[in-house]
């Protein structure tokens, strides 16, 4: 149901929020000062030796600057305690002596209806559970006891059989009552051009994929046929299943890191992701009980950001083949930008053709847990993916691998950790270079991963500066000086590129832009980090307009904010450049065009980019297998794309045709020096 903000309010007000979390947490004396209501703990929610868990009375707030976490009293018991919302405003308002509001009729009907689809999710389970034990599931048990899984193991993760037929989970709830809109609700029907649903998961082992409150949302099945068109198959989007927020067997692999962080003080608590349904399930049953997977697809930022509220430093555990390492590579690129001080990654490698499952089923749990301790950081994976199996024989090459990482740390958002991350990389590119490793003229043939000075370690020993992330001279014509001494830029290195300039700037002068396509201009990503601060300012300013947004506006409010220095450098660089559609006294036709050819520009020049990161990814795992036939068509494509980049970072002419609507470019031209 739905709750008045003013009732909500009414609780934190009459409950602190210290006596909410003091109930599941000691307070370190210490740290804590009562008497401002201000508390520190060790965190509940990941393991920990000291408190870095912090609630504020007077704010109403916790947040624990290990793992990230932070909400209100509600959120608090939503997490703790596995709770819906309804449920924890129940008992913080029984704690806080208020009597619940009457519940809203509609919103009453929608939380019913969910509850009753998971009532029928929870009889689609039972019913594949039976099929499992019943003749016709004769031939999964088989398959199941040849994966080496016990009984035991079978009924803890409620595995089942959707027998081979058309209708039958459909008779069965509809035996039960259940209706057809709320089967097709669940995805357990499907239609594909025929007028009668039928039953999704057919001739398949049934994996449950719970919610964090241990209720089955979900479904993945894997075929028994060989000819199946997928081997695994999961459950479509519903109300209840979002696929990409969820994470196999999150709940369970939470409860071990928690139980673990407090048997071993904090030690060794952390969550392992794998990929697949078997690989958890296969090492739960050898005893490692803190492992989750995504749902067969690569990771995304929902479920990373579900592993760091389990663990401050998840291990990301990958099969031991080239798809392998090729899926660690996406994940440590999805990781990269979010790491902070106590949150990263770690990455553990297996043998070569070896998954968990077979790992712990053929060897036992020893050779994983050597896995385990084997882990890489995320900076050694960065390191080994841009400078293994490369040769750096010319200055050149040696330049290049240096602008890959450079590039590659920039994205760090958190400003600390990003220069830390700079320094890593110059003292392993210093010993990578040294004169130790590759002779006098500097040559050098990095042979693979962990050999010699310059290895997976990375760290020579040669000092002195030698190739670092020195600053180039600025792109910017005539502003760096000035954007540097503002604050809001961090150093030549950091100069925007002229096309993002001229997306940020031509909103700021033309703001009505913004609100003829909103959804596009606003999902814009910039690579600069200056710029991605001003459109954090902008886009709010131009929501609270509304239809009101002027240019007039927007510019007060990014004043106002500090953003004046940057914006007078910015469209200073667009008027140098004379890119005039981008400044304020261009007409209105003028500066649309001008900005749809500058974005248009903009969305191909990165999907180039992309599309060059993972054929240098597919060469790298082609070198690897020694796949000579496959190399030659990868390089060419690889050459085709990088010549298109470079003549696209060439274009100069990135606005054709202005003044033809407005007529008015001479006037400008001269009124500003032209």
Known sequence: MRFSNTFLDEIRDRVPISAVIGRRVTWDRKKTNVSRGDYWACCPFHGEKSPSFHCEDRKGRYHCFGCGVSGDHFRFMQEIEGLSFPEAVQQLADMAGIAMPQPDVQAERREKERATLLDVMEMATQFFQDQLQSAAGARARAYLRDRGLSGRTIETFRLGYAPESRNALKEHLASKGVLKEQMEACGLVVHENVPVSYDRFRDRIMFPILSSRDKVIAFGGRAMSPDAMAKYLNSNETELFHKGNVLYNFSRARRAVQAQAKGRDGEDATVIAVEGYMDVIALHQAGVENAVAP????????????????????????????????????????????????????????????????????????????????????????????????????????AELEARLKQMVSVIADENVRRHYQQDMRERLNGFFSPQRGGRDGRTAFSGPGRGQGGMNGRGRGGGQGPGFAGNSARGLGVSDRLARSGLVRGHQDLPALREVVLAITIVNHPQLLLEDYDEIAAIDFENRDLQRLWSAVLPAAATAGANLSREYLVGRLFAEGFEPLVTALDQQVRNARLWTATEQAAAEDAREGYRQALSLHKRTKALRIQRMELEREIAAVIEAGDEETIQPLLRALSEVQEEIVRMENQEAIIDGFGVMSGRVKGIAASHGS
Do not use: Y
Not at 379 to 391: D, K, S, Y
């Open 295 to 398: 749902l067969g697809t690569a990771l995304t930022e929902n479920q990373l950001e579900l592993l760091w509220r389990m663990s401050p430093q998840p291990v990301l555990c990958f099969d031991g083949d080239g798809a392998g390492l090729r899926a660690a590579n996406r994940a440590a690129d999805l990781a990269l930008p979010h790491i902070k001080p106590g949150r990263s990654v770690s990455f553990a490698l297996l043998p070569d053709g070896k998954d968990p499952d077979d790992l712990v089923r053929q060897e036992g749990r020893a050779p994983f847990d050597k896995v385990m301790a084997q882990a890489r950081p995320l900076a050694e994976m960065i390191w080994m993916r841009e400078a293994a199996n490369g040769t750096f024989d010319t200055p050149e090459k040696r």
